[in-house]
């Protein structure tokens, strides 16, 4: 899945592997996002019994790497939220990962 200032490409990939975690099981979708700057940034996802473990690269340099206990969709109004809930290693917390109009 490709996001480019907002122009997403394989937006069917993100929603495929949701439901992968949703019935836990095993699979792996490239979230690439490209900065103002012409930064890209690549986010692997990893999802194995409804778990989700990332690592985070911007130009094939490594930030970080965590793993979160759940990815999970959101409808609200017309947006569609993609968050990734109760993360843990170097980054803590929730964290939105695409917001998007549907």
Known sequence: ??????????????????????DKETDAIDYVE?????QRGLKT???????????????????????CE???VETEGKTERYTLIACAGDFNGDLELLSVPK
């Open 1 to 22: 899945m490709v996001n480019s200032h907002g122009d997403l490409k394989n937006l069917r990939e993100l929603r495929e592997f949701a439901e992968k975690v949703k």
């Open 34 to 38: 490209f900065g103002e700057e012409g």
């Open 45 to 67: 996802l990893t999802t194995t019994d409804g778990m989700v473990e990332i690592s985070h690269f911007a130009d094939d340099r490594f930030i970080e790497e965590f793993r």
């Open 70 to 72: 759940d990815l999970i």
